[in-house]
């Protein structure tokens, strides 16, 4: 759930102060049997191949400098990994999940969702914000976001997280599709329509 990957610069390695001249060092066994070559520096009769930057397709999406030597892994430089799903804001990943544990924590999974689509409905409105971060701050309509600050090493902000990205990311089943408002069960919102109720909260659009 990243942006693309960037330029990365890669510092590479200086040669030795006494390597001095530069050879052609043959490389043997192409399908025709004939000896290919790559540059190379020797000296007293040691080959030092240049190091070459390739790009890991792994999860860290870094890229590696590899200098072509057994006795040292490859040098890992973190860059942004490449894939088709959109790109997050972190801050707006932490609204949201601020919202979800504070309104929903001791909901059920599914009312934790709930909660978390009526943001991203909001979002897709026009009317609210644009951002996760911009609807959950309007004025009157949730609670002092920037200063509620939740643990954040339990399964509920894990949780909470989770969630957050997935909604963000299109993810998930529409559990109260088109609902733009929640409040507890025990009140109600006659000017509304009733889209579900969802363990302590009623949803409406």
């Known amino acids: 759930m990243l942006a693309a990957l960037g330029s990365a610069h890669v510092a590479m390695a200086a040669m030795p102060d006494s390597v001095t001249r530069f050879a052609t060092a ?36 870094a890229v590696r400098l590899d200098t072509g030597t057994d006795d040292t892994g490859p040098n890992d430089i973190r860059a942004d990994q490449t894939n088709d799903e959109p790109d997050l804001d972190r801050r707006d990943v932490e609204c949201m999940a601020k919202v979800i544990v504070h309104e929903a924590g001791n909901q059920p999974y599914r009312g934790q969702m709930a909660v978390a689509q009526v943001i991203r ?23 002092d976001v920037d ?59």
Request: hydrophobic content about 35%.
């Open 121 to 143: 409905t909001r979002m897709k409105s026009g009317g609210f914000g644009d951002s996760a971060c911009a609807v959950v701050k309007q004025r009157g309509q949730f609670f």
């Open 147 to 205: 200063s509620y600050q939740p643990s954040r090493t339990g399964q509920r902000w894990n949780t909470a997280i989770e969630i957050a990205t997935d909604t963000l990311q299109g993810e998930g089943d529409e559990v109260v599709p088109g609902a733009l408002f929640f409040h507890s069960a025990g009140a109600s919102m006659p000017t509304r329509t009733r889209v579900a109720q969802i363990a302590g909260h009623t949803f409406y659009r």
């Open 26 to 61: 043959p490389i043997i066994g192409t399908d025709e049997d004939q000896a290919t070559t790559r540059d190379a520096a020797t000296q007293d009769g040691i080959v030092f191949r240049p190091a070459v930057a390739t790009i890991a397709n792994d999860t860290l999406g």
